[in-house]
């Protein structure tokens, strides 16, 4: 069993930049892959990024350019850095881990979540 908590959200103004941490419980983390997702009232979860247990990023197009994903497997934190941020960004962001280690944009490959944190732009 593995769990995740994410941390670092909050209120941010609009072009501002938040660093997101989810810090994973287990001794297998650098095997897993890891993705961030964000859920908007209404609206279904999208995918934001993902990284694999080798370290090969991947991004939704909405949030290239902008966002960072990276990992630290001594700390087993995964992280999303993002900058340039918009109201329109307002949601609970989640992370999630893939015990397959490749990682993919369907919500559905993950096994583990975590509660998720809340972010919200102001204009």
């Known amino acids: 069993q593995v769990q995740l908590v994410e941390s670092g959200g909050g209120l941010v103004q609009a072009g501002g930049s938040l660093r997101l941490s989810c810090a994973a419980s287990?001794?297998?983390?650098?095997?897993?892959?890891m993705g961030w997702f964000r859920q908007a009232p209404g609206k279904e979860r999208e995918f934001l990024a993902a990284?694999?247990?080798?370290?090969?990023?991947y991004y939704a197009d909405s949030v290239k350019g902008r966002f960072t994903i990276s990992r630290d497997n001594a700390k087993n934190t995964v992280y999303l850095q993002m900058n340039s941020l918009k109201p329109e960004h307002t949601a609970v962001y989640y992370c999630?881990?893939?015990?397959?280690?490749?990682?993919?944009?369907?919500?559905?490959?993950?096994?583990?979540w975590g509660q998720g944190t809340q972010v919200t732009v102001s204009s």
């Open positions: 990284i694999s247990w080798v370290g090969a990023t």
């Open positions: 999630a881990a893939d015990e397959r280690g490749r990682g993919s944009d369907n919500d559905g490959v993950y096994d583990y």
């Open positions: 287990g001794r297998t983390f650098s095997r897993y892959a």
